[in-house]
């Protein structure tokens, strides 16, 4: 009987053996990484993603420069109709996303570990999250958690959900709207497109690329040329938001300078900006992922916590901690009807800025999310997506409950120049830091701050746009993120240089546009990420067996 049982031990290791070999042949791929690259001029780069990507860029640089009233006119007439007749496939899909990815936290995948059982981090936890921040919206928040809730508050623009405008319900509901827009939506999101990059990365063994994460849905065709058109669409995506961003953001930093020195917000002082953050992201870009993004992550987290506690401590604290407060509260309260698309007596504001804002984190979502897989090796599905969800989101609640908070207590209190509300979005940051002790210091830190943000931006998206280009290599020749970098800035240049205003204004409505077909792409992302980690799971339930029946033999 011994005999026997030990037979039968075997014929069952036997049986887990051929049910382990069945399930890994399911994620087992004939693509070799680089295969379609070719070189040239010491470059590595995908065939025809690179060349195709690089194309339609020029083109409608071009055609911008050359025609920037007429580009931003017909753009501009996509954008609003993406917003205005798909308002509720984006709503629907934002919230999908939050879900799902709150979903991964409790469910029994949450323990799969990116890279694998023996896989550990790459970077501290502290760096970890200040890099996933930097990249994901620390710029937008030096101005929006200060100009959105007085918007909010003055009817600047609509208010939601139609309260009254300078009223305290429009006061409360203007923090809670803010924090909507910059919460649990925008980083279930990056969520989804970030976790899945990774896990089929680092635990299936495939390029670091977009198209990766549709092998489950496509299989071999995902090499193909649907591959090509998923990464060449996050490709241009990518490289407009880049620049859109970067060339608003030389505007904003020139009218700081000018409202702070007294320097001319000329053209020229635009230019100069974007020439500075440009070289600044080239040394950073040499200098690697250590000494460069995660450098600067790391001192951008220093200004703003060094920032925020000055604010705090200068400005009125108790009350600031209360608006911290009510920050948690309103957007608790009116998540849900904010999230709704049914029935809103609002629509025009929510089209203006809800709508607005899924489709533009949507068409952001390639970068940030890349990036925060390439950094997130060795961490399990439930802590990366609690760092990627709920702890920026914590965070944001109380950067926006200090900086929106003074906002309207000066806006509502009838103090300094928010007292009338806003005039131009990009010194409002700096005309509620005036009313502040040492203003000149804290408003010349926001400066430095905003730059060097722009200055990580530049650099990890360079990063993200070199490894999709380059067919999903992470070790591809630095020329290439030198050339990318430079050319975030040369675009971000020709533009404001050559159509100014209009031109800049056409590429943010092209990268809004760009939102509603990769929103479709995100769907299908987080069916394709399930699948992948469900048999994940299934490979990890197995081997356990194995172990059993090992260890009892």
């Not at 002790?437 to 830190?445: G, Q, V, W």
């Amino acid at each position: 009987m011994t005999s026997n049982g030990g037979d039968s031990k075997t014929v069952g290791q036997q049986s887990l053996d051929q049910d382990m070999q069945q399930l890994e042949q399911i994620y087992e791929t004939d693509f070799e990484l680089g295969q379609d690259n070719v070189k040239v001029w010491g470059l590595d780069i995908h065939n025809p993603v690179f060349f195709v990507s690089a194309s339609l860029i020029l083109v409608f640089v071009v055609t911008a420069v050359i025609a920037p009233v007429a580009s931003n006119g017909a753009l501009s007439a996509v954008k609003n109709w993406v917003i205005n007749f798909f308002d509720w496939f984006f709503m629907a899909s934002a919230n999908i996303f939050v879900l799902f990815a709150l979903a991964l936290v409790v469910l029994p995948m949450g323990k799969i570990r990116l890279g694998g059982e023996q896989a550990r981090p790459d970077f501290s936890t502290v760096s970890w999250l200040a890099m996933l921040f930097a990249a994901g919206m620390g710029i937008g928040l030096m101005f929006w958690s200060v100009a959105e809730p007085v918007a909010y508050y003055t009817n600047w623009a609509g208010t939601p959900l139609g309260v009254a405008a300078n009223s305290p319900e429009a006061a409360h509901m203007a923090m809670g709207a803010t924090m909507f827009h910059w919460g649990l939506h925008p980083w279930g999101i990056y969520a989804v497109v970030g976790l899945s990059l990774a896990f089929f990365s680092y635990n299936k063994g495939m390029p670091l690329t977009i198209r990766s994460a549709f092998y489950p849905l496509l299989g071999e065709r995902c090499w193909g040329w649907m591959g090509h058109v998923i990464d060449t669409v996050a490709v241009v995506a990518t490289i407009f938001g880049l620049a859109t961003s970067l060339g608003f953001g030389a505007k904003q930093a020139a009218s700081g300078m000018h409202f702070l020195f007294d320097v001319e917000n000329s053209i020229t002082t635009q230019l100069i900006i974007i020439a500075g953050v440009t070289s600044v992201a080239l040394i950073s870009v040499l200098r690697g992922l250590d000494g460069g993004v995660k450098l600067l992550s790391n001192i951008n987290m220093l200004i703003a916590a060094a920032l925020l506690l000055f604010l705090i401590l200068a400005g009125p604290t108790l009350k600031l901690f209360s608006w911290m407060g009510v920050t948690l509260v309103s957007y608790a309260e009116n998540i849900f009807q904010l999230s709704s698309w049914v029935g809103r007596e609002d629509s025009q504001w929510m089209h203006s800025w809800t709508v607005f804002y899924w489709a533009w984190w949507i068409s952001w979502s390639p970068f940030v999310g890349m990036f925060i897989a390439r950094v997130s090796k060795g961490r399990t599905v439930r802590e990366f997506v609690i760092a990627v969800l709920l702890i920026p989101t914590l965070i944001t609640t109380v950067w926006m409950g200090a900086f929106g908070g003074s906002a309207l207590e000066q806006a509502s209190n009838g103090v300094g120049s928010l007292a009338n509300g806003i005039s131009e979005v990009s010194l409002t940051l700096f005309h509620m830091l005036e009313n502040l002790p040492m203003a000149s210091i804290t408003s010349f830190l926001g400066i430095i701050l905003v730059l060097v943000f722009f200055v990580t931006s530049s650099d990890s998206g360079s990063l993200v746009v070199d490894s999709i280009t380059a067919g999903g290599k992470t070790n591809a020749p630095v020329a290439q993120r030198i050339f990318w970098a430079v050319m975030e800035g040369v675009i971000a240049a020709a533009l404001l240089f050559g159509g100014g205003k209009e031109a800049l204004a056409a590429l943010q409505a092209g990268a809004i546009s760009v939102g509603l077909p990769f929103a479709l792409v995100l769907l299908l992302m987080c069916v394709s990420l399930f699948k992948g980690l469900r048999h994940e799971q299934q490979l990890l339930s197995l081997q356990q067996e194995l172990d059993g029946v090992a260890e009892q033999r």
